[in-house]
């Protein structure tokens, strides 16, 4: 019953920026990290950057001084800052949350279902 929703994808000019935002919904015991990923085509899915739960933060270091992940662990959301966007940047970016659905359950990751980005004239 846990669902993740993204939002934010569309194209956008090189050296612009955009936002995308992660929603988890249902019920479960605790988010322990979301992370984002992308794909271009004919490419395998890459980790982009995850935050935890208490703010930890880790970035591929294609991205670094440039993307920027936070959260709101009240409104359980990520968001992904994107600045001074590449067009090696353009893909399919993916959410995946790191969830524990009880106090001693296992985790599980769940995937939202992806949002295009395209940086081009």
């Known amino acids: 019953q846990v669902q993740l929703v993204e939002s934010g994808g569309g194209l956008v000019q090189p050296g612009g920026s955009l936002r995308l935002s992660c929603v988890v919904s249902?019920?479960?015991?605790?988010?322990?990290?979301m992370k984002w990923y992308r794909q271009a085509p004919g490419k395998q899915r890459e980790w982009v950057l995850g935050?935890?739960?208490?703010?930890?933060?880790a970035y591929a270091d294609s991205v670094k001084g440039r993307f920027t992940i936070s959260r709101d662990n009240a409104k359980n959301t990520a968001f992904l800052q994107m600045n001074s966007l590449k067009p090696e940047d353009s893909a399919v970016y993916y959410c995946?949350?790191?969830?524990?659905?009880?106090?001693?359950?296992?985790?599980?990751?769940?995937w939202g279902q992806g949002t295009q980005v395209t940086v081009s004239f």
């Open positions: 995946n949350a790191e969830v524990r659905p009880g106090a001693s359950s296992a985790i599980t990751n769940y």
């Open positions: 935050i935890t739960s208490d703010g930890s933060t």
């Open positions: 249902g019920r479960f015991f605790s988010i322990v990290a």
